[in-house]
Nanobody, 124 residues
Framework: QVQVVESGGGLVQAGGSLRLSCAAS????????MGWFRQAPGKEREFLATISGTGESVRYADSVKGRFTISRDNAKNTIYLQMNSLKPEDTAVYFC?????????????????WGQGTQVTVSS
């Protein structure tokens, strides 16, 4: 059974940085596309970033392009989301997801396994 666990969330002031980690167990991460999403209170879950199984391809939502960076370390079965220049509107629960394919995917239904989420709160 595949399990996905996020970590690294917390409270940070506006303009600060956080790095989220996502560890997947139950199968090797390498070869599978992974993604980050978030859900703010009262809003739908939205796509943030995705990375291909090899790490050669990435895509970002316009709202985070230039501020967030997705990366992966397949030797550690872990992906990361480096978040810089954080804004209060980035406050949300952040989710990591693992797909069944090797590409980059921006739609939620492409992802088969989801973590429980980690809270990120950005104070003004």
């Amino acid at each position: 059974q595949v399990q996905v666990v996020e970590s690294g969330g917390g409270l940070v002031q506006a303009g600060g940085s956080l790095r989220l980690s996502c560890a997947a167990s139950g199968r090797p991460n390498s070869g599978y596309g992974m993604g980050w999403f978030r859900q703010a209170p009262g809003k739908e879950r939205e796509f943030l970033a995705t990375i291909s199984g090899t790490g050669e391809s990435v895509r970002y939502a316009d709202s985070v392009k230039g501020r967030f960076t997705i990366s992966r370390d397949n030797a550690k079965n872990t992906i990361y989301l480096q978040m810089n220049s954080l804004k209060p509107e980035d406050t949300a629960v952040y989710f990591c997801a693992s797909s069944r394919g090797g590409g980059v995917y921006i739609v939620q239904h492409a992802y088969a396994f989801w973590g429980q989420g980690t809270q990120v709160t950005v104070s003004s």
